[in-house]
Structures are given as C-alpha cells and as structure tokens.
T-cell receptor, first 111, second 114 residues
Framework: GQQVMQIPQYQHVQEGEDFTTYCNSS?????IQWYKQRPGGHPVFLIQLVKSGEVKKQKRLTFQFGEAKKNSSLHITATQTTDVGTYFCAGPRNAGNMLTFGGGTRLMVKP | NAGVMQNPRHLVRRRGQEARLRCSPM?????VYWYRQLPEEGLKFMVYLQKENIIDESGMPKERFSAEFPKEGPSILRIQQVVRGDSAAYFC????????????FGDGTRLSIL
C-alpha cells in the first residue's frame, strides 16, 4: 500500500538556525498537505500543494512539491522557539479524502 | 464558529471495559475521519464516515472497534473490552467534502487503560 516517509525523525536546532524536513511518497500524489502539531496539541493544517514543482511561502516557512509529485519539503528560516512541534506531511490515500500521514519530524529549538 | 469538538478530553478505563469517544464535526462538515496516535508516533488512519455511512474502515481493527456517524448527533468511536495496547490519543477530523480538502482536527481524546 501507499507509504509516506519523512526524514529526519527528530531535529534539534539552535534558535536562529534553519530547519528542513523531507517527505517522500511511494506513489504519485494528487496533492500534499502539511500539518503542525504542538506538544500536547492536535494537528493544525498549514498548507496544501497541488501543482508539480509548486513552491509556496508563509513568512519564514517555504514549502515545495517535487516535479514528479512524489516528494515535498518544508524549510523554516531562522527558527524561533514558537516553531517547536512535530511537522507532518500527508497525501491522499485514494480518490477519496482519506490521508496517509508521514511519521513526522519533531523539531526542538534551543533558545 | 466552533471547531471540531471531541469529548471526553481524557478517558481512563480498566481492561475489559468499554470506551466511547465522541466527535462533533465543524458546522457544515459532513465527512468525519478518526485517527489513532501512539506517543511519539504519527497519525494512523482508522475510519472515514459520512452521515449514516461508513465509507472506509480499512484502518480499524476488525474486532472490538466500531464507529458510527448517525443522522443526528456526534460520531462515535467505540472500543469494547479495552486492552492496554489501546492506550493512545484518538483524533477526529472533519472536512466539508471529499477531494482535495484540508482536514480540521479536534483536540483529541487521550485514552488510558489501567
């Protein structure tokens, strides 16, 4: 079945350093979504990418969708302590709206 | 505009008891999804429901687990004869339609089995 993998599993950074998490799917995706989950919280939708090669920015966050629509990345510039949490990518399982989530990348930021 | 409402937030059960988790989707959303999350792990899809219909339950164990989304009232995830391995956070999400729609998550129910 479809698999969505994320690396790294954990990342410790000093505040101000950059951070990148990578997402790879075993199948071509119609779209990819990114969610953030703060410690003890629930996943919150960040963004959706649909087009091959698409790049979207949200302030210090840059999201990319690969040309083959099988991989994606999230890059955070100059991390802040408020960026702490686990970042998940997710792709549709089939024609419906069910999502397969990656295992997530847990970001820890030292002040 | 209330978001996805889940209750209870925390639930403690002894082995062998039943656990009932409730989820009210966002207003205007007719699609509900249940996920399970073990500590330090990702979200595992369990079941997808629309009003009065189970669309996909391929992620839900065949035994002891059931889900419903009645015409009136919240969606219910029911776990019978709970075991220690059922301890997890259970999240409900909703979306307005199928297709490329973001999902809105509730705060989750943290289930602990003694």
């Amino acid at each position: 079945g479809q698999q969505v993998m994320q690396i790294p599993q954990y990342q410790h950074v000093q505040e101000g350093e950059d951070f990148t998490t990578y997402c790879n799917s075993s199948t071509t995706l119609s779209n990819i979504q990114w969610y953030k989950q703060r410690p003890g919280g629930h996943p919150v939708f960040l963004i959706q990418l649909v087009k091959s090669g698409e790049v979207k920015k949200q302030k210090r966050l840059t999201f990319q969708f690969g040309e083959a629509k099988k991989n994606s990345s999230l890059h955070i510039t100059a991390t802040q302590t408020t960026d702490v949490g686990t970042y998940f990518c997710a792709g549709p399982r089939n024609a419906g709206n069910m999502l397969t989530f990656g295992g997530g990348t847990r970001l820890m930021v030292k002040p | 505009n209330a978001g996805v409402m889940q209750n209870p937030r925390h639930l403690v059960r002894r082995r062998g008891q039943e656990a009932r988790l409730r989820c009210s989707p966002m207003k205007g959303h007719s699609h509900v999804y249940w996920y399970r999350q073990l500590p330090e792990e990702g979200l595992k899809f369990m079941v997808y429901l629309q009003k009065e219909n189970i669309i996909d339950e391929s992620g839900m164990p065949k035994e002891r687990f059931s889900a419903e989304f009645p015409k009136e009232g919240p969606s219910i995830l029911r776990i019978q004869q709970v075991v220690r391995g059922d301890s997890a956070a259970y999240f409900c999400a909703s979306s307005p339609t199928t297709g490329n729609q973001p999902q809105h998550f509730g705060d989750g129910t943290r289930l602990s089995i003694l």
